[in-house]
């Protein structure tokens, strides 16, 4: 799977979305806030525009499966959604450090919410753990997350929103994907076009199904017929997220991860996802977990440090990368994880954050990556996002001005590279 990974530490995000790729349970991003109370009129040209492509659309749709009378009923005159455009053209221009995710992510009332939604759906969760393997402080985490356990499901209509995209063309061939599979959805009777709703970018019901994830993973678990994700009970929703991760591998019994503690003259080049080791290697480089005790023994374990060597870091088991194919933001799998801990009753982090830091723009990631490249620490892309290839050329830069190669650039940082 190709993933865009994130830089922990200067989290690319909308003022209100995580950040997630073609192949996880959601595309690019999903709004958290609720939409304007009066979204912006639709001019005739658009309108017109949006109006032709349906016109063109339609046999495109018949040919994939779709009946006519389902397209005509979801699509007869769908109106053009602005708002929606404006939305997925902006999503580059903020920026959050994982610290500020988390403060929100993993509040005391999302973690009180999480403890009284999973005793109130305890019998549910503990059959869907039966099932699929999961558990169920990390489904109920995920439902917290996407949507703070079923409070904000969204309430954007998904045809029109899906249509409105495809027709902009800027991602048109994963957009109309979307659609004809959210006007499968509809030909299968799951739900009406008018209950289809969620975010504006086609995310869906309690834990925010993109449709072709809703066709291939959702799950009827209550065995009403219908798999129901929009709805007040979330049964079929917590079940789909289970089934979801299941499929992609979820080891019963292992951690997400835990936060570590790292030994005096720590080698920081041995960070990142790139660099893997058994358990008990760390275990004898004397990384040690936080809360005490020993690393739970497992192949396949990283070290993270979302804030260099100054902040936080983590060991990062197997479930992490699956955690990620419902949204490759590090921030957000440490924030389902960490949330998952503390529902359970675990421990708050206990390292401090950089606080005074704050996280790189979009622009100045940009600038990042062409500055490391034009002093020899060629990064490979200069697309602003801050993935594996750049966190390996800013340790090299690091390490070439005699700094401990962790990866993190801050602003003061950034400063120094423009200088030298």
């Known amino acids: 799977m190709l993933r865009p990974l994130l830089c922990l530490c200067l989290l690319s995000l909308p003022a209100s979305a995580d950040v997630a790729p073609k192949s996880s349970i959601r ?77 929100s992510a993993v509040s005391d009332t999302r973690v009180r919410n999480g403890r009284a939604a999973l005793d109130r759906h305890r019998a549910t969760l503990d059959a869907i753990k039966a099932r699929y393997g999961v558990e169920k402080e990390v489904v109920v985490a995920v439902w917290g997350l996407e949507s703070s356990y079923g409070a904000f499901r969204g309430s954007q209509r998904i045809i029109p929103a899906l249509a409105t995209l495809a027709h ?25 076009p008018d209950r289809m709703t969620g975010s504006w970018a086609g995310a869906m019901g309690h834990t925010q199904f993109i449709p072709t994830s809703y066709r291939d993973y959702a ?20 079940a789909s997220t289970a089934a979801y991760l299941a499929r992609f591998g979820w080891n019963a019994g292992e951690p997400w991860g835990m936060e ?22 760390w275990a004898a480089m004397g990384v040690r977990p936080a809360a005490g005790g020993a690393l739970p023994e497992s192949e396949g374990v990283s070290v993270r440090v979302p804030a260099g060597a100054q902040g936080a870091a983590f060991a990062t088991y197997p479930n992490f990368r699956v955690i990620e194919r419902y949204n490759t933001a590090d921030a957000y799998v440490i924030g389902v994880g960490h949330l998952s801990d503390r529902i359970a009753g675990g421990p708050a982090i206990k390292a401090r954050w950089p606080r005074d830091d704050r996280a790189l723009s979009f622009a100045e990631r940009v600038e990042m990556q062409r500055l490391l490249a034009a002093r020899g620490f060629d990064p490979q892309k200069v697309d602003g996002r801050v993935g594996p290839l750049t966190l390996d050329a800013i340790r090299r830069w690091q390490a070439s001005i005699g700094l401990v190669p962790d990866g993190y650039l801050p602003p003061r940082l950034l400063e120094r590279l423009r200088g030298s």
């Open 27 to 103: 595309p690019e991003a999903r709004p958290a806030a609720a939409r304007p109370a009066t979204p912006p009129p639709a001019s005739a040209p658009d309108q017109a525009g949006l109006d032709a492509w349906v016109a063109a659309f339609r046999p495109r749709a018949l040919a994939a499966g779709i009946t006519a009378a389902t397209f005509d009923a979801a699509l007869s005159d769908v109106p053009y959604q602005p708002d929606v455009i404006r939305r997925d053209r902006n999503q580059s221009e903020f920026s959050k450090t994982l610290w500020e995710y988390l403060d």
């Open 168 to 192: 902009d063309g800027r991602r048109g061939a994963f957009f109309e994907e979307q659609l004809i599979a959210a006007l499968g959805i509809l030909q299968q009777g799951d739900t009406t």
């Open 260 to 281: 570590v503690t790292l030994p005096e003259g720590f080698d920081f080049s041995q960070t990142g996802e790139g660099v893997t080791k058994n358990a008990a290697d």
């Open 219 to 238: 799950q009827d678990f209550d065995g009403d017929g219908r798999r129901d994700i929009w709805g007040e009970d979330p049964t079929d929703a917590l």
